[in-house]
């Protein structure tokens, strides 16, 4: 592509009915508040610098950044994952430790080990991360609820599947119905639309609508800018610290876009997306 065309990078079919907020609103509940959050790995420089976020009650937050800013570090530091350096993390303003079990998170696909001998009934059963154990012990009220989560994905005949069987997307779809059978109150979601196909892509953003309108709170790592601008309440831009933070229409500038993604060069409008000079999309 020359310096002067643009790549469409795809325009969502799906926009969210987002109640506007009135002048001068404030939020009066947070599902998730972050104060001041460093976290990083040993022997590096922090991966995340004095991250601060608000996830309001029952709205659905975009966080956007280049590979490598630091979107999984964030998640797994507010989840304990990785222990932060400093900083505060509450949910529903206690401390996440107190409220781990109102929090469901889906980690990025690469994140999750495949291999281990488990059906997709299983791993929806189960909320535990990485090691991916069976347990016989299930009530009726979480078999059924494991039942409706796949039904919502759309994953139902594939329950007595081995995980290891699957594709890339239906994994995917797994991840999430574990994450809705949890029952939690805040979803933390890594990447969880990167290489759905359109239909089950939209499947998806129309459960997450239905649960953020039942009171779910959602936070949203994706690459998906378009998303964010149609879907998202709010959008956070990292790169390492958090560049920008508000509403999609504020945030999702050139300007910010610009200085999130370094060398890219970004037009976004509210719900059509385009980019342009960017050499990775290059057709010529
Ligand atoms: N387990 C780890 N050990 C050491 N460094 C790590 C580890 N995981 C991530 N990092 C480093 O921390 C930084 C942030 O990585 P992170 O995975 O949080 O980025 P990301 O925004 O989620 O990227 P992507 O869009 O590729 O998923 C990167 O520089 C990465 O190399
Ligand atoms: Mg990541």
Known sequence: MSASATQRLGEPDHERAREPRPPGHTHDAFALEVDDLWAGYPGQPPAIEAIDVRVPVGEIVG????????????FKSILGLVEP??????????????ARADVAYMPQ??????DFPVSVN???????????????????????RATAALEQVRLAEYASRQVGELSGGQRRRVLMARAIARGARLL?????????????????????????K????VLIATHDLACVASCSDDAICLNKRVIATGPPATVLTEEVLSR???RH????????LSLAHDEHLSAD
Not at 63 to 74: D, M
Not at 188 to 198: H, I, T, V, Y
Not at 214 to 217: A, D, L, Q, T, Y
Not at 265 to 272: I, K, R, S
Request: hydrophobic content about 40%.
């Open 188 to 212: 933390l979601l890594d990447e969880p639309f990167a290489g759905l196909d359109a239909a089950v892509q939209h499947d998806l953003l129309e459960i997450l609508d239905e649960l953020v």
């Open 260 to 262: 999130t993604f370094d």
């Open 63 to 74: 966080l956007v950044g280049p590979n490598g800013a630091g979107k999984s570090t964030l």
């Open 122 to 144: 299983d791993v929806v059963l189960m909320g535990g991360y990485r090691r991916l154990l069976p347990f016989a012990g299930w009530s009726r009220d979480d078999r059924e």
């Open 214 to 217: 039942g009171g779910r709170s």
């Open 85 to 98: 350096l400093r900083g505060e993390v509450r949910a529903f303003g206690q401390p996440i430790r107190d």
């Open 109 to 114: 696909i690469e994140e999750v080990d495949w």
């Open 265 to 272: 060069l970004l037009t976004v409008g509210t719900v059509n």
